[in-house]
């Protein structure tokens, strides 16, 4: 029993004589085991000299579970600190923290480093270092916070003796096995941004979006060097532009003003480490083109213009044209005269209202808001006003009441009560009701014009206004087409009040969408404004032109207004966030669906997995149409199925920037979109046209390489 | 129709716990939490008065640099008995570093001679997580309006040195010094540091 100790006691004797000298030379008197790891003060060269420079490193070997601090540890813990004790003429410079990892702690989030973490330290000897014993003692006092569930504090005092020499040794020697692992430290550390490659930042109420050109990766994490800018626990949800990526960071509660810099580090999946110092900016979804690029300009215009001719055969606008035709061909035979001018006064009408409400766009996107196309229909307030205005537009087109006569007081002929005001008017609500309908050819113009410089986004949107005008335009023109339609009549009279029920089924839609925003309770706000506009109306039908009736229906009017705007104040659902909205809106029976994230975009393709989004809103009718009618198709939806492909439904009807930027990064700025991306991170994605044919999505479908058609069943994103 | 008000009640209550960000400047969050002697305390019935908020975790290196030194009880002393409201809170969860029940707390206090006004046990983390608590010691400083003047670290050496202590600006004792000399807090919001609050869950 006792006799293999001898002899292994020997053998053990034997090999640490024979490693001894190495040992003593370059580690044992550098190395101190305390509680949870084990640090090492590591200097590689054999002999010191004038001239030299080297790197040094400090070295942490931690238990499995425990770790050390990055330089900004985070929400708790403090970085290792050392303090030199260096012959004259032998300076140390700063310690340099390698990439840190995220350690979250239940609410907490602190940067640090398991396993084993080397600082590498630059050092250098200077032509005045004179050894007199012919030795150099590099000594350091080292202090240090070691975590698991618990902190302990710790400190020692290494160091690491070397010869000496005068002058340069012909032959100067290092130890290669510490060379290799500083090196092998050093090569992580953070490197600069490269000069062609910008980084910038801009802030809204809540986060910073940073954009960094230059870069393929489609995830990275940032690690803020200075304390108190952002919340550390926060998600970091990434999307690729067309030119880099950027990071949507949130701001830490008690930022006072936005920092001069977001100085950090970001790191790329394949570890490789970049320092950013950022700028602020404005953040354009794209490269913004500074050099005028004409061509694109007079392209994204002349999508614009068709796509806004095309829009007046969309579902929203449809009703709007019906009420401008009838008054057409009531002009039609008094006042042709007048036909050019009403013609421009709407289009003004359009045009103004376009100019509005892409001035607030453009000014609100520069404040660093996350909006696109079609963003006022993500506010239950305005959903209510207009579903009230085109309710009230009902009642008078079925006859309760005749708008012109009673608000106006003006007799005269049928051209004559809808004036100027009325055509310009006309105008507004075409452009109004146009916004939920985005018309083929229309999704690259806006968000061509959303990514570019201001006056480019004024000059599409004057183009897509334009072509929105244009039909009535010529008709007007031309008056020969004009007389194409049929003689004024009786008949006029039953067709406005037949319109009004398209008019009552756009209500009916509008009442949905504000439902799903601002919940049942404040529906009822919405439903008494009803009640109130329809007595309103009463009381312009029944007594009409009378001065009094119009007092008390306007009060009434007021009344309604001031209903729904109070109880969605009162009682509207508070702001969901990105994923709760979506589960919300996200029909039971779609099990193959999951809620959009940007994260669960990257997973799946990081896994091979090519993925599709449908990007939709409630509010968007095109939308409801592509999906009902095409993706619900049984055979789109097992082809969807057989692919292989993940399927992503990112909801827009709330404000959500995740979405609105990886839109952006599409190229593309409001809803319907249909994007297929490959497996590949790095292939682009293959947008698909707003109006959709299954036709159109199963040949999206088979251009996937038949490799990525495996089974693909994924579980909940995995949160952070 | 009976469930209604309850269930507005509970949205609207989930909606301003989760839109109530603990800025300072703005309106400390109300609590109601019960100390080691059984007793409740309500942050609202304090009103008119300076409160601190000290959260605590005796086993903590960064902890007990304060308490070993005497430099967190002189504080004690020297505020409350100016009439500031010092109540130090234990959000550590049952098993996790730090965590006391009542009787534990109170020997506890005795034997280091720990003198606030109370101890509150927050043993599920409510009352950190209301303030985002994050480190032990993190501090809080509410004026008599009930508005948060300071949060964050006690002083200005992130250390766990005693020694260190002399050298330290201490933001709490300026904090209310300012605010009781009717000047503006000059460093209203600090990193705080010592070692993560053991919430639950947080292993």
Do not use: C, E, W
């Given at each position: 029993m006792l006799r293999p100790f001898p002899i292994l006691t020997l053998l053990l004797a034997a090999f640490l004589a024979a490693t001894l000298p190495l040992r003593t030379n370059a580690q044992s008197a550098a190395s101190v085991t305390a509680p949870h790891l084990t640090v090492s003060l590591l200097v590689a060269p054999v002999e010191i000299y004038p001239g030299q420079s080297f790197t040094a490193g400090l070295d942490f070997k931690l238990e499995p579970g425990w770790h050390v601090y990055w330089i900004n540890a985070g929400d708790s813990g403090e970085p290792p600190s050392i303090t030199w004790k260096l012959p004259p003429g032998i300076t140390a410079g700063a310690m340099q923290f390698p990439p840190p990892k995220r350690l979250p702690l239940g609410p907490l989030m602190d940067f640090g480093y398991e396993n084993e973490v080397i600082f590498p330290i630059p050092m250098r000897?200077?032509?005045d270092f004179h050894p007199s014993p012919p030795e150099a003692t590099f000594a350091a006092h080292v202090t240090w916070l070691v975590c698991r569930e618990v902190c302990i504090p710790g400190k020692a005092?290494?160091?690491?003796m070397r010869v000496a020499y005068a002058t340069t040794p012909p032959a100067p020697s290092t130890d290669p096995g510490i060379q290799g692992v500083i090196a092998q430290f050093r090569s992580q550390l953070p490197k600069a941004l490269p000069s062609s490659d910008s980084a910038t930042f801009s802030s809204s109420t809540k986060n910073f979006v940073l954009d960094i050109t230059g870069t393929r990766a489609t995830s990275a994490q940032f690690f803020p060097l200075d304390e108190t800018i952002i919340a550390n626990a926060a998600p970091q949800p990434v999307v690729t532009t067309s030119n880099g990526i950027q990071l949507t960071l949130t701001k830490d509660e008690n930022l006072q003003a936005p920092p001069q810099k977001l100085n950090g580090l970001l790191e790329l999946p394949d570890g490789t480490a970049y320092e950013v110092?950022?700028?602020?900016?404005?953040?354009?979804?794209t490269t913004p083109v500074r050099t005028t690029d004409f061509s694109g300009i007079l392209g994204g215009i002349a999508l614009a213009f068709a796509g806004g001719i095309l829009l007046n055969l969309m579902p929203c606008v449809f009703p709007v044209l019906f009420i401008k035709g009838l008054a057409?061909?009531?002009s039609s035979q008094h006042e042709r005269h007048k036909l050019r001018a009403h013609g421009w006064v709407y289009t003004l009408g359009i045009l103004v209202s376009f100019w509005v409400v892409v001035a607030i766009l453009v000014v609100l996107r520069a404040a660093g808001r996350q909006l696109g196309w079609g963003f006022q229909f993500q506010s239950p307030t305005f959903l209510a006003l207009m579903a009230?205005?085109?309710?009230?537009l009902g009642l008078a087109l079925a006859g309760q009441f005749e708008i012109g006569l009673s608000l106006t007081s003006a007799g005269g002929s049928l051209a004559q009560k809808q004036g100027y005001g009325g055509s310009f008017f006309t105008g507004v609500l075409a452009m109004v009701v146009a916004t939920p309908c985005t018309a083929p050819l229309m999704g690259p113009a806006i968000g061509y014009a959303l990514s570019h410089s201001a006056w480019v986004s004024f000059a599409v949107f004057t183009a897509l206004a334009l072509g929105l005008a244009a039909p009535y335009l010529a008709l007007a023109y031309f008056p020969g087409w004009a007389r194409l339609l049929p003689r004024p009549g009786a008949w006029m009279e039953v067709l406005k009040q037949a319109v009004s029920v398209p008019i009552f089924a756009t209500v009916i839609w509008l009442v949905w969408v504000f439902t799903q925003l601002a919940g049942t309770t404040a529906l009822m706000g919405l439903l008494a404004a009803f009640l109130l506009l329809a007595i309103a109306g009463w009381f312009l039908g029944r007594w009409p032109g009378k001065a009094g009736a119009t007092a008390i229906a306007i009060g009434v009017l007021i009344a309604a207004i001031a209903a729904p705007i109070w109880s969605v104040r009162a009682f509207g659902a508070p702001p969901q966030s990105s994923s709760s909205a979506t589960a919300y809106s996200l029909p039971p029976t779609a099990s193959d669906w999951h809620p959009f994230t940007p994260n669960l975009l990257?997973?799946?393709?990081?896994?091979?997995?090519?993925v599709f989004v449908d990007f939709t809103a409630s509010w968007c009718l095109s939308c409801q149409v592509n999906e009902r009618l095409i993706l619900r198709r049984a055979d789109v939806e097992q082809k969807l199925h057989d692919s292989g492909a993940v399927l992503l439904r990112a909801d827009w009807t709330n404000q959500d920037p995740e979405i609105t930027q990886t839109l952006a990064a599409l190229g593309r700025s409001g809803v319907p979109t249909y994007a297929l991306y490959p497996a590949d991170p790095n292939a682009p994605a293959h947008v698909l046209p707003e109006v959709l044919t299954p036709g159109i999505v199963?040949?999206?479908?088979?251009?996937?390489?038949?490799a990525n058609r495996q089974s693909a069943a994924i579980s909940r994103p995995i949160s952070q | 129709m009976r469930h209604f008000p309850v269930l507005t009640a509970a949205l609207l209550a989930a909606f301003t716990l989760s839109a109530w960000a603990v800025r300072v400047g703005d309106a400390a969050p109300d609590f109601t939490a019960t100390d080691s002697h059984g007793q409740t305390h309500k942050l609202s019935e304090?009103?008119?008065?300076y409160v601190v908020l000290e959260w605590t975790n005796n086993g903590c290196p960064f902890t007990q640099k304060h308490y070993s030194s005497g430099n967190m009880q002189n504080l004690q002393k020297e505020w409350t008995a100016k009439g500031v409201v010092w109540l130090t809170v234990l959000s550590s969860s049952p098993g996790a570093q730090g965590y006391m029940t009542a009787s534990d707390e109170n020997a506890y206090m005795a034997k280091v001679h720990a003198d606030p006004t109370a101890a509150l046990l927050d043993p599920s983390g409510t009352l950190g997580h209301e303030y985002d608590a994050r480190t032990t010691p993190d501090m809080y400083v509410i004026d008599p309006g009930g508005k948060l003047i300071y949060a964050g670290a006690i002083d200005d050496h992130p250390t766990t040195e005693v020694s260190d202590i002399p050298n330290s600006k201490n933001y709490v004792s300026d904090a209310l010094t300012e605010a009781m000399a009717g000047q503006p807090v000059a460093t209203a919001y600090t990193r705080p540091y010592g070692c993560s609050v053991k919430y639950p869950g947080a292993d």
């Open positions: 000897v200077g032509s005092d290494l160091s690491v110092h950022a700028t602020p900016g404005t953040i354009a979804t057409l061909v009531q009230m205005l085109l309710f009230f990257a997973q799946s393709r990081a896994q091979g997995k090519p199963m040949d999206a479908l088979n251009s996937l390489p038949s | 304090y009103r008119g008065k």
